[in-house]
């Protein structure tokens, strides 16, 4: 089967095709499991009552806790506690072998963590690994959607807990080297793999800040709306203050837009994290403080 696209032809394969139709034939899920879960770990964290934890328990900050040993991890998370709640564990902490410790840690410090080992192999692999780290008391876990359908659904089936987020494209890729390694523009590789998610299972969804209104066109529209896409939980590393360094990142937004768009999540970590001890508990402060202001202008409908 031939599609003509700009001015040359893609050729697709019969394998190819039958998986596309099965994709978008297949009925819409009401999946009121991954919207229980979303709204679970919401309520745990956005209800509770108490004056002293309610910064803590009404941010949507996951904190980058981007170090290789626990006592850093621990003199932050110590620091920040009272305004964060949700703590990334990532390579630096797994490879250095100590992700399990800080978890750990993390727990008795009231946290909730996200493992995020990226993970991406072959189906049995993947499901494995997801098993693996679920183990630890993790709540949320990502794996790379170019992985493909199979391989979520093998993190979906070993979960446990945990909510599995796919990671789309990473927000360190503009689109030209989206394109050379996708073959396809960010954007459109980026409702790709949300579609294969959804399909999958996944809870959530992993993109940079600038396809939150692109993917909002198809799950908001009149026609043939993609309720799917809307359901997935949007986690959105990326984002930057004004005048903030934007570092590797190419698809930056500031953390007001990201809500605005429909972000749930953001992954925050150099804004804080590079803060002198000390001086970090007040940059999440801030940040909280303008997290919460966009979020009280989206419920009034203002832009």
Same mark, same amino acid.
């Given at each position: 089967?031939?599609?003509?696209?700009?001015?040359?032809?893609?050729?697709?394969?019969?394998?190819?095709? @039958?998986?596309? &139709?099965?994709?978008?034939? $297949?009925? %819409?899920?009401?999946? =009121?499991?991954?919207?229980? !879960? /979303?709204?679970?770990?919401?309520?745990?964290?956005?209800?509770?009552?108490?004056?002293?934890?309610?910064?803590?328990?009404?941010?949507?900050?996951?904190?980058?806790?981007?170090?290789?040993?626990?006592?850093?991890?621990?003199?932050?998370?110590?620091?920040?506690?009272?305004?964060?709640?949700?703590?990334?564990?990532?390579?630096?902490?797994?490879?250095?072998?100590?992700?399990?410790?800080?978890?750990?840690?993390?727990?008795?410090?009231?946290?909730?963590?996200?493992? @995020?080992?990226? &993970?991406?192999?072959?189906? $049995?692999? %993947?499901?494995?690994? =997801?098993?693996?780290?679920? !183990? /630890?008391?993790?709540?949320?876990?990502?794996?790379?959607?170019?992985?493909?359908?199979?391989?979520?659904?093998?993190?979906?089936?070993?979960?446990?807990?945990?909510?599995?987020?796919?990671?789309?494209?990473?927000?360190?890729?503009?689109?030209?080297?989206?394109?050379?390694?996708?073959?396809?523009?960010?954007?459109?590789?980026?409702?790709?793999?949300?579609?294969?998610?959804?399909?999958?299972?996944?809870?959530?969804?992993?993109?940079?800040?600038?396809?939150?209104?692109?993917?909002?066109?198809?799950?908001?529209?009149?026609?043939?709306?993609?309720?799917?896409?809307?359901?997935?939980?949007?986690?959105?590393?990326?984002?930057?203050?004004?005048?903030?360094?934007?570092?590797?990142?190419?698809?930056?937004?500031?953390?007001?837009?990201?809500?605005?768009?429909?972000?749930?999540?953001?992954?925050?970590?150099?804004?804080?994290?590079?803060?002198?001890?000390?001086?970090?508990?007040?940059?999440?402060?801030?940040?909280?403080?303008?997290?919460?202001?966009?979020?009280?202008?989206?419920?009034?409908?203002?832009?």
């Amino acid at each position: 089967m031939k599609h003509r696209n700009g001015g040359g032809l893609l050729t697709f394969s019969a394998s190819e095709v @039958d998986w596309g &139709l099965a994709l978008f034939s $297949r009925p %819409i899920r009401e999946n =009121t499991d991954i919207r229980h !879960k /979303h709204n679970a770990v919401s309520d745990s964290t956005f209800e509770r009552k108490s004056m002293s934890d309610e910064p803590r328990n009404t941010s949507r900050i996951i904190l980058a806790l981007d170090v290789d040993n626990t006592h850093a991890a621990r003199e932050i998370l110590t620091e920040v506690r009272e305004q964060i709640l949700w703590a990334k564990l990532g390579l630096e902490l797994i490879n250095a072998q100590k992700a399990h410790e800080v978890a750990s840690m993390a727990h008795q410090l009231g946290y909730k963590v996200f493992w @995020d080992g990226k &993970l991406k192999d072959i189906p $049995r692999t %993947i499901g494995a690994a =997801t098993k693996a780290a679920e !183990k /630890h008391g993790v709540k949320m876990i990502n794996v790379h959607a170019s992985s493909g359908v199979e391989g979520m659904m093998a993190a979906v089936a070993n979960k446990g807990d945990a909510l599995i987020l796919a990671v789309s494209v990473l927000t360190s890729h503009d689109t030209e080297n989206t394109e050379i390694d996708f073959g396809s523009s960010r954007k459109a590789k980026v409702l790709e793999f949300a579609r294969m998610a959804a399909y999958s299972g996944c809870d959530g969804l992993i993109c940079s800040p600038k396809e939150l209104d692109f993917l909002a066109r198809y799950y908001q529209r009149k026609d043939f709306p993609e309720a799917q896409l809307g359901k997935l939980i949007k986690v959105i590393p990326g984002t930057r203050s004004p005048g903030a360094d934007h570092q590797d990142q190419r698809n930056v937004e500031t953390q007001e837009i990201a809500i605005q768009n429909g972000a749930d999540w953001l992954v925050i970590g150099s804004e804080i994290m590079k803060k002198p001890q000390g001086s970090k508990v007040l940059a999440a402060k801030a940040l909280n403080e303008r997290i919460a202001q966009a979020l009280a202008d989206k419920a009034k409908g203002v832009e």
